[in-house]
T-cell receptor, first 112, second 113 residues
Framework: GEKVEQHESTLSVREGDSAVINCTYTDTASSYFPWYKQEAGKSLHFVIDIRSNVDRKQSQRLIVLLDKKAKRFSLHITATQPEDSAIYFC???????????FGSGTRLLVSP | EAAVTQSPRNKVAVTGGKVTLSCNQT?????MYWYRQDTGHGLRLIHY???????EKGDIPDGYKASRPSQENFSLILELATPSQTSVYFCASGGGQINERLFFGHGTKLSVL
């Protein structure tokens, strides 16, 4: 079955710098790649996604890149702010599939 | 904003006891999911459902059962709870189509002593 690997378990950046979180997946049939954010002590909420018919998507300071050949996708957070500090999860699901598989999470710390 | 409500928020159970975690969503989503979150493992899929009456095994179904009696409700059942099932459990629901974002409940912290 699908496996999603999230490469950075922790990431520390200075406020204003960019942060990049990388994920890889195994199933070539995967076609939907969402990202979720979990703030301390809270639940997860959706932040951005990308589908396999595009290789780049941007929403304000968030950019997602998808490299289908390498089976890799990444979340770029530009001009980081302290409120970006959280755990970020990548996920993947296949076309026609209901199963959503998550990575292990990356704890991002943005220091002033 | 989609609403997913889990109960209870916290639960302490004894080894060998039965535990039922409940989840309710009010947005008519077809797909519902149960995950557990453990440090170092992220979110792992236990069971999911794509409609009332259906349940499917996820990646770690052993020791868990699921029930989807209606569109709104999805339960996770631990018939014989073990300390290894101590975790935070999240319920989530998704849209009417496949490959839509998930909406998560606030989580249930379960301790099995």
């Amino acid at each position: 079955g699908e496996k999603v690997e999230q490469h950075e378990s922790t990431l520390s950046v200075r406020e204003g710098d960019s942060a990049v979180i990388n994920c890889t997946y195994t199933d070539t049939a995967s076609s939907y790649f969402p990202w979720y954010k979990q703030e301390a002590g809270k639940s997860l909420h959706f932040v951005i996604d990308i589908r396999s018919n595009v290789d780049r998507k941007q929403s304000q300071r968030l950019i997602v890149l998808l490299d289908k050949k390498a089976k890799r996708f990444s979340l770029h957070i530009t001009a980081t702010q302290p409120e970006d500090s959280a755990i970020y999860f990548c996920a993947a699901s296949t076309t026609g599939g209901y199963k959503v598989v998550f990575g292990s999470g990356t704890r991002l710390l943005v220091s002033p | 904003e989609a609403a997913v409500t889990q109960s209870p928020r916290n639960k302490v159970a004894v080894t060998g006891g039965k535990v039922t975690l409940s989840c309710n969503q009010t947005n008519n989503h077809n797909n519902m999911y149960w995950y557990r979150q453990d440090t170092g493992h992220g979110l792992r899929l236990i069971h999911y459902s794509y409609g009332a009456g259906s349940t499917e095994k996820g990646d770690i179904p052993d020791g868990y059962k699921a029930s989807r009696p209606s569109q709104e409700n999805f339960s996770l059942i631990l018939e014989l709870a073990t300390p290894s099932q101590t975790s935070v459990y999240f319920c989530a629901s998704g849209g009417g189509q496949i490959n839509e974002r998930l909406f998560f409940g606030h989580g249930t912290k379960l301790s099995v002593l």
